[in-house]
């Protein structure tokens, strides 16, 4: 069965502490995501990784950074955590698969979601 | 801004009524998803309606796409309590690396 964990389903920092928030997943999949999800915005994309060492800003990566070191793992960084970081950070993985034509197939599976809290 | 917008933003009926949520986006896709999120948790792929596609199926849902409208529909018919939950749209642009842009949400609640 597919599966994509998240390290912390519920984190509290303090301002300017840094913060690691990490994705597992088990299906060998190539394509990792970080979303910042918030009411009202619905989700919003941190950043991706299409391959080991291989990163991609998202539409909100400012004060974030990213590491992939190895496939199935994608951790995302707060440098230095501020309030308005404050949100459920989810992580997604898919397969970098090509269907009939130019047709991508790309269904997102993600995990259960970290609620980080900065005070 | 979003490429996807969920209307209506929330929704009550009770069970054994259908649901029904809109989708509308603003530029031309590769496929269309809808995703589930129920209260604190992470989504779940509901279903995946390419550009060519006009209508799915997949058990009590039905999906529609109209790419002259730009715009999808999400039916669950016959809904049940446990359907209570956050609705997503999200669209494939085919900008490349499998990236989504998500909606903002429907907000399902079916009463008993």
């Known amino acids: 069965d597919v599966k994509v964990t998240q390290s912390s389903r519920y984190l509290v920092k303090r301002t300017g502490e840094k913060v690691f928030l990490e994705c597992v997943q088990d299906?060998?999949?190539?394509?990792m995501f970080w979303y910042r999800q918030d009411p009202g915005l619905g989700l919003r994309l941190i950043y991706f990784?299409?391959?080991?060492?291989?990163?991609e800003k998202g539409d909100i990566p400012e004060g974030y950074s990213v590491s992939r070191e190895k496939k199935e793992r994608f951790s995302l960084i707060l440098e230095s955590a501020s309030t308005n970081q404050t949100s459920m950070y989810l992580c997604a993985s898919t397969l970098a698969m090509l269907g009939a034509g130019s047709a991508i197939y790309n269904e997102q599976f993600f995990g259960p979601g970290t609620r980080l809290t900065v005070l | 801004s979003q490429q996807g917008e969920e209307d209506p933003q929330a929704l009550s009926i009770q069970e054994g009524e259908n649901a029904t949520m809109n989708c509308s986006y603003k530029?031309?896709?590769?496929?269309l998803q809808w995703y589930r999120q129920n209260s604190g948790r992470g989504l779940v792929h509901l279903i995946l309606?390419?550009?060519?596609?006009r209508e799915k199926h997949s058990g009590r849902l039905r999906v529609t796409l109209d790419t002259s409208k730009k715009s999808s529909s999400l039916l669950i018919t016959a809904s049940r309590a446990a359907d209570t939950a956050s609705y997503f749209c999200a669209t494939d642009m085919n900008t490349g690396f499998q990236k989504l842009v998500f909606g903002t949400g429907t907000r399902l609640l079916v009463s008993p």
């Open positions: 309606i390419r550009s060519n596609e």
């Open positions: 299906m060998d999949h190539e394509n």
């Open positions: 990784s299409y391959d080991v060492k291989m990163k």
């Open positions: 530029t031309s896709i590769n496929n």
